[in-house]
Nanobody
């Protein structure tokens, strides 16, 4: 069982920044999993934002967030982060972190355990 507890989010003006956290609970260790971030905008399917590999060596991002978002992890705190800069109204929605199980990184069904989600609202 992988436990993921999210925090952060909120309301920000366009051009602003937010940082989301995804903390591993229980016996989960950040060094054991690739973790992805997904956005579910109102009325839309969950879409891939980015992922950090299990060893933390690589990150991959959706084209829509490249150069604006950064995924990182901190082993000491057992936490993954999604730093979001230069936010746009189209970044609005619920963000989820999830542990990758197998297959390609950009498909939500390839992830098994999910955080509870956190709302991000970007006003224009």
């Amino acid at each position: 069982q992988v436990e993921l507890v999210q925090s952060g989010g909120g309301l920000v003006q366009a051009g602003g920044s937010l940082r989301l956290s995804c903390a591993a609970g229980g016996r989960t260790r950040v060094s054991n999993y690739a973790v992805g971030w997904f956005l579910q905008a109102p009325g839309k399917e969950r879409q891939f934002v980015g992922v950090i590999t299990w060893n933390g060596d690589s990150t991959y991002y959706a084209d829509s967030v490249k150069g604006r978002f950064t995924i990182s992890r901190e082993n000491a705190n057992n936490t993954w982060y999604l730093q979001m800069n230069r936010l746009k109204p189209e970044d609005t929605g619920v963000y989820y972190c999830a542990s990758h199980r197998l297959g390609t990184y950009d498909v939500s069904r390839n992830y098994d355990y999910w955080g509870q989600g956190t709302q991000v609202t970007v006003s224009s």
